[in-house]
């Protein structure tokens, strides 16, 4: 599958209609980002059942905001609508690769526990604050 472009208007229904997906935060002036736009495309024609996104932080600057993009390039993945990775900075192959493996093998059950836990202590220590 090759990318798409997810705009405001698409980003949140792409991640609730879509178990995985791995979205490029980019601009057109970034230098990184066009080095790595190729890397990024063909790891997505190797994964049909990843949902490859690219937001243009230029175009999409409330989304970017939203998101607290701070650096471009900036790569998340997505797994049944939760975040589970984010980094800035081109990632090569290899690691592209190892990343689209290891988010297809997460548990979610324990994803989704673990994260329970940390609401349930953050909330305890705003209690005590």
Known sequence: MSTVELTEQTFESTLSEQDIVLVDWWADWCGPCKQFAPV???????????T?????????????ASANISSIPTIMAFREGILVFAQPGALPKPA???????????DMDDVRAKLSEQEQAAAGDRSTA
């Open 52 to 64: 490859f996104g690219k937001i243009d932080t230029e175009a999409e600057r409330g989304l970017a």
């Open 40 to 50: 990024y495309e063909d790891v997505s024609e190797q994964h049909a059942d990843v």
């Open 96 to 106: 592209l690769e190892s990343l689209v493996t290891q988010v297809k093998a997460l």
